[in-house]
């Protein structure tokens, strides 16, 4: 812990304000005392932790730490000055409060996931940032800034505002940076290329003793990287790369591990974040069924109701029929593969009727108490969504099906009928997006008909936190998996497309990109003949 001075009582001159360590709790650890001779318990997001044989500095020191940040300097010049008791030793005082020193340091080491570590300047009302832990695997390791060598956020870090601070965060750290003052804020804005503590502090008013120990908080925490290498010259200690002034003609840009990790290389830093935050272990973010907007918003209704436009009533296939017809399903997985070659044969209301009917419809209606004081509704479908959310809705962009006027349709799942709600005129969003899912899917020619999956994220959102967005991506997959498993058992030609433009599809559905976002699609037409010579 060369880096720390935690317990440090030296009092510099007036005119250079200093950095002092504070020490605090997780506002979530709650912390039961007992008598003097039962175990500390303190008990957190992540379990219970004892400490069988807490000294009274201990239990003085996370005493104080629940309340808030404190200085370790003043619990032990609380002890020598006697105001706290200690138990006697033969070294005296002083071995009292070495003994003690260490035995603080220690528990606080053993309980790093519920420690908060901030820094404040002398005198100052607030801290500059503190340093918290997220997961239970946490762990601060402190060492020392060299001033010479170039820092870097990682290119994983993002800011963003929570309350009336800013929140420094990334998918590759157990820690989230609370930056409280504006002195914080601006070392962090800094770091957007690399610099040294030096060339930082020559653009801020802080003194650069200050900016290293800012700087060596987000170094502990993985924020902010150090350039790899040495230095180019051991006269002036001038890294390569540098900042401009700093840089031999010649040098190459300094390099950062991070930058060649294979491991890193292949996540983009929003793929990362989404992953690790729509997971447990790596955050400490509410998760799972919470019902957290149930007290402020009621829930979204089980069946979206119908927009305006006229209805087109589809056939119902007798399913007993469909049964005896169908090929084995062994033999259905087998044949499915995306088809991006059409037939010459136009598809029919019978075949598009079935398709969705067999795929997506509601098979019953039924209600359940949830969240709060709210009664849920909920449908049962021929696909699975966690929570019988089935917040999915499907419109189809229709170029060309026998008695279907072409344009956009919404599927009404409970009723199994269309509702016109766009035309597909020249110059219209619907040729744009049928043109759209030929390109994206690498289709010979514009489908018959596109199907594009929207979700009324809020079905999903007033229920759970943490899982929304992720959780719609897998019904997505849920749902395109079983159309490609009917169309092949009818025969027709199914290819899920791999993206596509979310306002495009705003505009050609007539939705809200924030309500209902577009999260898939999927193009169908009929089949081609297979040739005589094809297997």
Request: glycine share 10%; net charge negative.
């Amino acid at each position: 812990m060369s880096a720390e001075r935690p317990f440090s009582t030296v009092v510099p001159p007036q005119s250079e304000r200093r950095c002092v360590a504070l020490w605090s709790l997780r506002e979530d650890v709650l912390v039961d005392m007992g008598d003097p001779n039962s175990p500390v318990v303190l008990s957190g997001r992540w379990g219970e932790t004892r400490l069988h044989r807490a000294g009274p500095p201990v239990r003085e020191a996370l005493r104080r730490m629940s309340l808030g940040p404190i200085s370790l300097a003043n619990v032990v010049a609380e002890m020598a000055a006697g105001s706290i008791a200690c138990p006697r030793s033969p070294g005296g005082r002083t071995a009292i409060v070495s003994g003690a020193q260490a035995e603080i340091l220690m528990v606080l080491h053993r309980l790093q996931h519920m420690v908060v570590r901030s820094l404040t300047l002398e005198g100052a009302d607030q801290p500059l940032l503190s340093v918290v832990p997220i997961a239970q695997s946490a762990r601060y390791r402190p060492d020392a800034v060299d001033r010479r060598r170039p820092v870097r956020l990682s290119r994983f870090a993002f800011l963003r505002s929570e309350g009336e601070g800013l929140v420094l965060e990334s998918p590759v750290s157990l820690h989230r940076v609370v930056l409280h003052a504006p002195e914080a804020a601006w070392v962090v804005g800094m770091l957007g290329r690399a610099l040294t503590v030096d060339e930082i502090a020559a653009c801020v008013p802080l003194s650069a003793a200050v900016v290293a120990e800012v700087v060596g908080h987000l170094l502990s925490t993985g924020m902010v990287l150090s350039a790899d290498g040495t230095p180019s010259g051991e006269d002036d200690g001038t890294w390569p790369g540098g900042s401009d002034e700093g840089r031999v003609s010649g040098d190459a840009a300094p390099g950062f591990a991070e930058d060649q990790d294979p491991a890193l290389l292949s996540w983009g830093a929003v793929d990362l974040l989404f992953h690790s935050r729509s997971t447990l272990g790596r955050h400490d973010a509410d998760f799972g069924a919470t019902y957290p907007l149930a007290e402020r918003l009621p829930p979204a209704p089980a069946v979206k109701p119908l927009p305006d436009g006229p209805r087109i009533p589809l056939p119902r296939p007798p399913l007993s029929e469909v049964t005896a017809a169908d090929p084995p399903f062994t033999t259905v997985v087998e044949k499915r593969h995306s088809i991006r070659t059409y037939g010459s044969e136009q598809l029919t209301v019978a075949a598009l009727g079935e398709f969705l009917y067999r795929g997506l419809r509601v098979r019953s209606l039924h209600e359940r108490r949830g969240g709060g004081q709210h009664r849920e509704a909920y449908t049962d479908r021929p696909y699975p969504s966690g929570g019988r959310a089935y917040e999915l809705e499907f419109y189809l962009t229709v170029r060309d099906c026998a008695g279907i006027p072409s344009g956009t349709h919404y599927y009404a799942p409970l009723e199994h009928c269309l509702v016109q709600i766009g035309d597909g005129g020249p110059g219209s969003a619907t040729s744009e997006l049928l043109a759209e899912a030929q390109i994206t899917a690498g289709l010979d020619d514009p489908p018959a008909v596109v199907i594009t999956i929207t979700s009324r994220i809020h079905r999903l959102s007033w229920k759970y936190s943490g899982l929304p967005y992720a959780l719609t991506l897998k019904h997505v997959g849920a749902v395109v998996q079983n159309l490609y498993l009917i169309g092949t058992a009818m025969g027709l030609a199914t290819c899920a497309l791999g993206s596509g433009d979310v306002e495009l599809a705003a505009r050609t559905t007539g939705t809200d990109w924030l309500t209902e976002p577009s999260v898939g699609g999927f193009a169908l037409g009929v089949a081609p003949v297979p040739s005589p010579t094809s297997s």
